[in-house]
C-alpha cells in the first residue's frame, strides 16, 4: 500500500513538473508573453531548474532547450524513482531508461496536449471570456489550424478540437504501445 502511494505521488509531483516544463518550452515556442500570469507562474515554478542550465544549453531556433532537457532529466528521476519503490536498482536505467525517458516526455506532452484540448472546449460552453482561453488558443492554435482546414464547420460547431482530442488520445496509446510499459507508464 505505501508502494503505491509513493508511486502516485512521484507521478503526480514529477508529471506535474514535466508538464509545466513542457508548457514553458511551448509557450516560448509560440511567442505567449512573457507578462502573462500563467507564463510567469510557469516560470517560477521552473525557474530553479531551467536557469541552470541554460548557462550550459543555449536556446536555439526559437526552442527552449534547457526546459526540455529539464524535462528529460525529471523523466529520468521519475523512472529512478520508480525503479527504487519497486525494489529495483535505478542502474536499470542505463541501457533503455535514456530512450523511455525520451517516451515519457513525450507522452507527458501528448497528454498535455489532451487535457489542455479538454479544458478549452469545457471553456468555450462554460466561460469562453476566461483569462486562460487566450492561453489555451494562442498554445493550440498551431494544431488547431491546420485541422481546421480539413474539418469544416458543422451548425456553427468547430470539431476540430474534438479531433485533436482523438489524435492525442491515439497518440498515447502509440507511445504506451511502443515502449512506455517497460517501466509501467
Known sequence: MLNEIGRFLVDL???????????????QAVRLPPGNPL???LFQITDWLVL??????????GID?????GAWLAALCYLGMVLLLAGTSPALLIPTGLLTALLVVLKW??????????????????NPH???????????????????KFIPLVGG????????????QIGLIIITRSGGMLFGL
Open 65 to 69: 532547450w534547457a526546459s526540455l532537457v
Open 13 to 27: 509531483l514529477l508529471t506535474l513538473f514535466g508538464a509545466a516544463l513542457l508548457l514553458r518550452a511551448w509557450s
Open 157 to 168: 460547431l468547430d470539431l476540430s478540437p474534438l479531433a485533436l482530442f482523438i489524435f492525442a
Open 109 to 126: 506532452a501528448v497528454s498535455l496536449v489532451m487535457w489542455m484540448t479538454l479544458l478549452m472546449a469545457l471553456l468555450s460552453w462554460i
Open 52 to 61: 541552470p542550465l541554460r548557462k550550459v544549453i543555449p536556446g536555439a531556433g
Open 130 to 148: 476566461s483569462p486562460v482561453m487566450g492561453f489555451l488558443q494562442a498554445l493550440l492554435a498551431p494544431l488547431l489550424n491546420p485541422l481546421r
Open 39 to 41: 507564463s510567469r507562474a
